[in-house]
């Protein structure tokens, strides 16, 4: 069996308009787009900029949620590269803290 390499990318930092950590082309060559928020996303993060340079589309783009919840699908064996822009949605925050917390609580 060959060696095969996956890659995760979490970009964070770009929440305004006019910030960019990736170029457009290392987010259209992702095999799995993951966003808290696609039209966050897509308007103001790192999706963006993919986006207004046509190398990503906002139908190929799943949210967490959709993941999570059985919607979407996920990484799978021939996901290469995934990358997740996060925008820091507070509701989907403040749920993540608790289920850490409960964990946490629990052990």
Same mark, same amino acid.
């Given at each position: 069996?060959?060696?095969?390499?996956?890659?995760?990318?979490?970009?964070?930092?770009?929440?305004?308009?006019?910030? *960019?950590?990736?170029?457009?082309?290392?987010?259209?060559?992702?095999?799995?787009?993951?966003?808290?928020?696609?039209?966050?996303?897509?308007?103001?993060?790192?999706?963006?900029? $993919?986006? $207004?340079?046509?190398?990503?589309?906002?139908?190929?783009?799943?949210?967490?949620? *959709?993941?999570?919840?059985?919607?979407?699908?996920?990484?799978?064996?021939?996901?290469?590269?995934?990358? $997740?822009?996060?925008?820091?949605?507070?509701? *989907?925050?403040?749920?993540?803290?608790?289920?850490?917390? $409960?964990?946490?609580?629990?052990?």
């Amino acid at each position: 069996m060959p060696w095969v390499r996956h890659s995760s990318i979490t970009a964070v930092g770009a929440d305004a308009p006019g910030k *960019q950590e990736l170029d457009p082309d290392t987010v259209a060559r992702a095999d799995l787009l993951c966003a808290d928020s696609i039209a966050h996303c897509v308007d103001y993060d790192e999706m963006s900029h $993919a986006a $207004a340079a046509g190398r990503v589309d906002r139908e190929n783009i799943a949210e967490t949620g *959709q993941i999570l919840s059985g919607a979407a699908s996920g990484r799978t064996s021939d996901t290469r590269i995934n990358l $997740a822009d996060l925008t820091g949605i507070a509701a *989907q925050d403040i749920a993540i803290a608790n289920v850490v917390l $409960a964990a946490h609580h629990a052990v």
